[in-house]
C-alpha cells in the first residue's frame, strides 16, 4: 500500500511505459523472424523500462530467450516467476557459479580457466553455457585459436550442457564498416570446424539484424530494436516499430519575470522579454541529463519550450514566453503530447550520446507507471 501511495504522490516525475505498443514491437518482430529464436536483452532495468514488466510480457508473448548482465538480475526474474531461458551475458566470478546453476540461468564460458572453474565447483546439476567467441570487439570472448580447445573441453565434460555459440559485433550501427564482414567470415570459420547440429549460434544485435541478412543463425539478441529505439530510418516491417517510453512530470511553480532576468546557477539563461517561468520537479538526480540545460526543450499544453537555464539536481526551469500554464500541468519531457513529439534520440543527439545511454539513465526515484 505504501508503494501505492509512492507512485501516486511522492514523487510528480514518471515514466510511462504503454506495453501494447511493445506487445505489438515484438509481434512485428517475431514474425518476420520466422524460425529464428528471438532473444530479448533486458539488462539495466530492461534499457530503464522496469526488468519484471518487460519479462513478463516478454514471456507471455514467447519470446524465446532473455538476456541479463549479471547474476543478480538474473535471480531478480527467476524470483518473479519468469521461467523462459534466461542468459547471463556478462563475465562471473567463481563464487556466482552455484547460485546460476542453481537459479538456472545460462551462462557465458569465454576462458579454458573458466571452464575448469565450473567443473570444480561441485556441481548439483548441469551448467547450460554459451561459448563465446572474440571475433573483433575484444571485450570478451574466447581468441579463435583458443575457442576450437574450449568447445572441446565442453563437449567432453558432461557436467556441461552446451546450448549456443556467439559473437559480438563492434560496428554494426555502420553498414559500411569493414569490420563487419571480417567479424561475420572469423565466426563463420570457427564454426565450419565444429559440430554446430544442435547448437544456437547468435551473431546479431539490432543493428546487424536490421543491416545485414544473418537469417543463416539461429537466435537474435535484439535490444533496442524491441524497444522502439532505433536512430536511423528502418525499411518494412521494421518501420512500424514503435517507442513506447515516455517520461513525464507536473508543473509545481511558476512566475512572471521581466525582460532581461537571469534564470538559475550560474545566471546562463537571460529572458529576451516579459516571460513566464516554469518550474518542474525533475533534474539531473533523476537521471535527466545536465548537458539538456543550453538546449533542451519540454512540452506544456502542446507547445514546446525551452529549458531555461541551468537544470539543476531536483528542478529545472522552463520559459514559456506570454503562454498560458498552471499548477500540475503535465509536462512531457520524452513522448507525445498533441501532435508534438520529443523522442529519446532527439535527446540522445542533443546530449551527443546514444539512445541507450538515455534511457538507462533514469534512476528509482522517477517511478515507472504501466497504465
Ligand atoms: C546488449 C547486447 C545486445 C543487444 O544490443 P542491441 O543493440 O540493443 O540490440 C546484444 N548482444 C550483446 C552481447 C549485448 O550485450
Known sequence: ML???????????WIEIDLNQFRKNIQIIKKKLGKTLYCLPVKANAYGHGLIPIAKVAQEEKIDYLAVSSLSEGIKLREEGITIPILVLGPFHDEQILSLIDYDLEFVISSLYKAKQVISSNLPKLAKVHLEVDTGMHRTGAKLNTAQEIYSYLKSHSKFLLKGVFTHFACAFDKVHPSNEKQIQ?????????DTTNLLTHIANSDAHVNFDLAKYKMVRLGLLSFGLMDKKLPPPFNQIKSFFSLKSLVSYFKAVEKDSKISYGHNYITKSLSRIVTVPIGYGDGYKRCLSQNGEVLIREKKHPIAGTICMDQLMVDIGLNDAYIKDEVVLIGQQGNLEITVQDIALKCDTIPYEIVCSFNERVVRKYP
Do not use: C, E, G
Not at 508503494?3 to 516525475?13: A, S
Open 3 to 13: 508503494m501505492d501511495l509512492t507512485q501516486k504522490i511522492w514523487h510528480p516525475t
Open 186 to 194: 572469423l565466426f563463420d570459420q570457427f564454426l565450419s570446424r565444429i
